[in-house]
């Protein structure tokens, strides 16, 4: 399909070069802007990544530019906090929640004795899935002067996300960047990560919502089962096809370990649990070659991770 | 896939080279992100002094809302430090010493801040810098830090921490308290150890805990910090601040009964931000110098802001802040602001011809130059238009005196207003905002607030009129800074007008003698005659028949007086000299840029599309088809929306295609309309879409749609998707 679109016509191809040009003469003014303090959001129709990234290679010539891509399904903000922290800032030491990080590096631009005098940060779909949950850590970030703030929205009802506390942190000046380019990659993660029989990262959320915590527990202990023998597993995550190489926990174990935390008592209790998990898809199980009972959860490391982190 | 796209990484970082290139010290950072304007025709010293002129401006500007906000603040911090000053005040007597009280209590303050909660920061900051002045241990805490009960306690003893070592010659060391435990019986065991030391003083100096946004935490986390703090109220005073944006029902939802009992609570409030608005227009916008001043939609538009949202100042600073940036910014002439500031004398930049040329195209410029062709001649007025440099050394610096004393003047006549409105009933009294309001935005007969206030004059006991004009020749003669001469139409000398009006009024019967009639003239009207329209208009007389019909006249030639003095203060600020470049106008520029609305921007660009996209292709047979099957096919103004071109873009013709649908969208029946559209599409070099484009984009289409919130996938029905918007 994608090579179907990529041949066909582009219409208005010469007005939206026109409006394409248009934007671009305000990459100075929208730098005044970012300068005397004001966060810089854009909304309206059509893909504004390409412009944004544009605005973005040109802003890092004075300062460090991050850039948080909010429509990847997977996205971790904690992990994007420790790579801002890390590679920008040059910090190690680099524990706790989102919220800490984000106090870390703002705790970072008071400090007289800095390296790093400014810097942006660029994120592409501030209402993405994986974002909205962590709008008040992102305001920490935006409300201090020395770290300048963009971003763009795409859904219509995306301002609900901020209350006024919220808003008052990031100091939004808006900007109609209506583009009419097509969400190619913001639209190329549907299903990633997940066959097409799976429920999803949003819906395992769901189905854990209406858990009892022991659950939700029995959920965590295979959940990060995963997420260990993946970090173990040296194979670089881009040559794994999703899905094929999941990591899988024997049943024995795995009672076993919902057993020590108490979480379980009886292994009828814990199969009738697991059965309820198989039926909302959530977790799958099949017989290995010598007839031990194999169950995992059809999610890649890293969903499994944002999954966890949003059940906190 | 670009650089910035991986299908495993969310985040990427660049960063600058080491070496600046060329291109980078050209790029967006040079001149701070300032353009040479009028088509890149501006001087580069033009181009500096903008940029300069605006830290010039603004620095001050905010120093003072600063100073301002800071201020109001105070007034109510104050109450809550007395409050935490006297809590756990024991009794004393002589026989027994301390009596302790046989239950335990927490001292708890209520701060009602208001909805602004955008300036409850600044305003919990500063209680509790003025509670560390006083010596007590403060804890401000957020929502956003104390998600549970562990977190809370830990910022408690940060905070604590803190202000314990605020004062220290060598700070403490840096990063987060790594206490093992984070229990409050480490503050009680400090508390006591402190106590010891420093021996009953110490004991004077309270634990404050200040929950900046109750509302924000979670119940159970409050309500056990607060039954958890109750055991240790012996060991250490604590006083708990609680901070609502509501109202004290919040409380007594979120905490148990149990836990209220523990609470001596005691309510202030701290709703001050009107306070401090009227304050603000106060001063920067009526007694400011002439370097920026608002237009009355501009005006409204900060008002707005902060009326119809919630009372914030942060938000009416913004857009202050917003406006100023846009006038040094983008307006060429901007740098005749040189002139007006404080520092200011001339020009310092040679203006060029495309600004000179600008400065005359201006109307007020033009009124201007026809008032001086009668003062000055013809030949004034030639030279004005014809040479750039007499322009900006002899006419310039006129028309800004004469700015300045209108803007001086307006000032004038808003202090008056508010004597005036001082003597007038309590109904009829504005605030500083809405007063300034009027002030811009109509004229004076226009506005019934005016006539309003002229009424009440008019209306004014005799021993009323004096103290007014006493109170108003006072204002007149405080500004001497003042030239009357130059205002608009500048023969009324308003300080000799109303020094004159005290004057009669003060001796009525002298002043009748002096200009009674000749034995010929006739008689003037008595006006002690008591008709109904003599009594509504002077009500006073009704209880005081001794009144002298000299007294009347003396009355009404005050209320003349006053009226004439307003009418000469409060003129439009259209009628001042290059009101155009110094009355900020771009309203749409500050209502679009902070209440956005992207909904309408989303449904506009694709119901719409030639709002945005001017072609040719749809926008000319949208409007001739529209216009000549509007008759026919009942549509009116709206007939266009109803057509889908095959020009359109594909998510356009899928938009208006589901804007036919209800709640439930089959998706089949969906594409078949799309592929029936597409299928027209005058392609002549590629020959009629494929179905397997037509699908493929049909998809793209669908999808774009579900990522802007127009639609969502459903399990209620097969194959169809639910509609989640209806209109803008």
Redesign the interface.
């Known amino acids: 399909?994608r090579s179907?679109?990529a041949?066909?016509?582009v219409?208005?191809a010469e007005?939206?070069a026109l409006?394409d040009s248009l934007h671009r003469r305000q990459?100075?003014?929208w730098?005044?802007?970012l300068?005397?303090?004001?966060s810089v959001l854009f909304?309206?129709?059509?893909s504004k990544r390409?412009l944004v990234?544009s605005f973005?290679?040109?802003?890092?010539?004075?300062?460090?530019?991050?850039?948080?891509?909010?429509y990847?399904p997977?996205?971790?903000l904690k992990?994007?906090l420790e790579?801002?922290a890390a590679?920008?800032l040059g910090l190690g030491d680099t524990t706790?929640s989102a919220?800490?990080l984000a106090?870390l590096i703002r705790?970072y631009f008071e400090?007289d004795s800095r390296a790093v005098d400014a810097m942006y940060v660029v994120v592409h779909n501030i209402d993405g899935a994986c974002l909205r949950k962590h709008q008040?850590?992102l305001a920490?970030l935006a409300s201090s002067p020395r770290i300048r703030f963009v971003a763009t929205?795409?859904?219509?009802?995306?301002?609900l996300i901020w209350?006024?506390?919220t808003?008052?942190h990031f100091?939004?000046?808006?900007?109609?960047l209506?583009t009419?380019e097509?969400?190619?990659?913001?639209?190329s993660y549907?299903n990633?990560g997940t066959e097409i029989k799976d429920i999803g990262p949003r819906g395992v959320l769901h189905v854990l919502a209406s858990l009892t915590e022991n659950a939700k527990g029995i959920f965590r202990v295979l959940a990060e089962y995963q997420i260990a023998e993946a970090a173990m597993d040296d194979a670089p995550?881009?040559q794994r096809k999703p899905g094929a190489a999941t990591p899988e926990m024997p049943f024995a174990g795995y009672f076993a370990a919902c057993r020590d935390q108490f979480l379980v008592s009886s292994e009828m209790t814990f199969r009738s649990q697991l059965t309820e998990f198989r039926d909302h898809r959530v977790i799958q199980s099949r017989h290995a070659a010598d007839g031990t009972e194999l169950v995992f959860i059809p999610l890649d490391a890293?969903t499994l991770g944002t999954i966890l982190e949003s059940m906190e | 896939m670009d650089g910035f796209d991986s299908m495993t990484d969310s985040t990427f970082i660049l960063k600058p080279a080491a070496q600046p290139t060329r291109t980078a010290r050209d790029g967006l950072a040079a001149n701070g992100g300032y353009v040479r304007l009028l088509q890149g025709q501006e001087p580069a010293e033009s181009m500096a002094l903008r940029q300069r002129l605006f830290d010039e401006v603004w620095t001050p500007l905010e120093a003072r809302l600063v100073a301002i906000e800071t201020q109001v603040n105070h007034m109510g911090v104050r109450e809550v430090c007395d409050f935490v000053d006297s809590a756990y005040a024991q009794v004393e007597t002589k026989e027994k010493g301390r009596l302790a009280q046989p239950f335990t209590e927490i001292a708890a303050a209520v701060a009602f801040a208001g909805v602004n909660t955008g300036d409850h920061g600044k305003l919990f900051a500063s209680l509790r810098s003025e509670l560390r002045g006083r010596g007590h241990h403060v804890a401000l805490l957020e929502s956003q830090y104390c998600g549970s009960l562990p977190s809370m306690h830990r910022c408690v003893l940060e905070e604590v921490y803190d202000s314990i070592h605020a004062g220290d010659a060598v700070p403490h060391a840096a990063g987060r308290l790594r206490a093992g435990v984070h229990d409050l019986s480490l503050l009680g065991n400090w508390w006591a150890a402190a106590v010891a030391a420093h021996g009953e003083a110490a004991r004077q100096h309270k634990i404050v805990v200040i929950l900046q946004d109750v509302e924000g935490f979670p119940p159970t986390v409050i309500d056990d910090f607060v039954r958890i703090a109750t055991g240790y109220c012996d060991a250490a005073p604590i006083v708990v601040v609680l901070g609502l944006a509501t109202s004290y029902e919040c409380v007594q939802q979120s905490l148990t009964k149990a836990s209220i009992a523990m609470l001596n609570v005691e309510r202030f409030n701290l709703q001050r931000s009107k306070q401090c608005i009227d304050m603000a227009v106060r001063s920067l916008l009526v007694d400011g110098g002439a370097a920026l001043a608002f237009g009355a939609e501009a005006y409204k538009s900060l008002l707005d802001q902060f009326l119809l949202y919630d009372f914030s100042i942060a938000g009416f600073v913004k857009k202050l802040k917003y406006a100023a940036m846009d006038f040094f910014y983008a307006q060429p002439l901007s740098v005749l602001a040189a002139m007006a500031v404080p520092a200011g004398g001339g020009c310092p930049v040679r203006l060029c011809p495309e600004q000179t040329d600008l400065i005359r195209m201006q109307r007020s410029v033009q009124r201007f130059l026809e008032q001086q062709a009668s003062a000055e001649g013809a030949q004034y007025v030639r030279q004005a238009l014809t040479d750039d440099r007499f322009l900006q050394d002899t006419v310039l610096p006129q028309m800004m005196r004469r700015l300045a004393a209108f803007r001086q003047a307006y000032s004038v006549g808003i202090d008056m207003v508010l004597e005036i409105q001082a003597m007038a009933p309590e109904s009829t009294r504005k605030p500083m905002r809405t007063l300034h309001y009027y002030g811009l935005g109509q004229k004076f007969d226009d506005c019934a607030h005016w006539k309003a206030l002229l009424a009440a004059v008019q209306r004014a006991k005799p021993s009323e009129m004096e103290k007014l004009l006493r109170a108003l020749c006072h204002v007149v003669d405080r500004r001497t800074d003042v030239d009357w001469t130059l205002l608009p139409g500048g023969s009324t000398n308003v300080p000799q007008a109303l020094r004159d009006a005290a004057q009669l009024l003060a001796d009525p019967e002298a002043a009748a003698a002096s200009s009674s009639p000749g034995a010929d003239d006739k008689p003037p009207p008595l006006l002690r005659t008591r008709t109904r329209t003599a009594m509504e208009s002077r009500p006073f007389q009704l209880f005081d028949s001794s009144i002298s019909d000299a007294l009347l006249r003396a009355l009404e030639a005050s209320s003349a007086a006053v009226e004439a003095a307003l009418r000469a203060c409060l003129r439009p600020y259209s009628d001042a000299p290059l009101s155009e470049v110094f009355y900020y106008r771009h309203s749409h520029l500050l209502d679009t840029t902070f209440s956005a609305q992207p909904r309408a921007a989303v449904h506009i660009a694709l119901g719409k599309s030639h709002y945005y996209i001017d072609c040719d292709c749809c926008a000319e047979k949208d409007a001739a088809q529209a216009a000549s099957e509007a008759g026919d096919s009942g549509y009116g103004d709206d007939g266009e929306d109803q057509r889908i071109m095959p020009s359109m873009g594909d998510t356009s013709i899928a938009y208006r295609l589901h804007q036919e649908c209800g709640r439930m969208i089959n998706v089949y029946d969906w594409y078949s309309s799309f592929a029936s559209v597409v299928e027209g599409e005058d392609r002549k070099a590629c020959g009629a879409p494929a179905q397997n484009e037509i699908q493929a984009r049909f998809m793209r289409a669908v999808e774009e749609m579900r990522l802007l919130g127009f639609v969502k996938a459903t399990q209620r029905k097969t194959d169809h998707v639910m509609r989640l918007s209806w209109g803008a």
């Open positions: 399909a179907i679109l041949n066909a016509p219409k208005h007005e939206l409006l990459f100075r003014q730098f005044f802007e300068a005397c303090g004001f909304y309206g129709f059509g390409r990234n973005a290679t040109q802003l890092a010539e004075s300062a460090p530019v991050a850039i948080v891509n909010g990847f997977a996205l971790n992990q994007s790579k801002i590679e920008i706790g919220a800490d106090a705790g400090t008040a850590v920490v929205i795409d859904h219509i009802e995306a301002p209350d006024t506390s808003a008052t100091n939004w000046a808006w900007h109609d209506t009419f097509p969400y190619t990659v913001e639209t549907e990633f995550a881009a890293a």
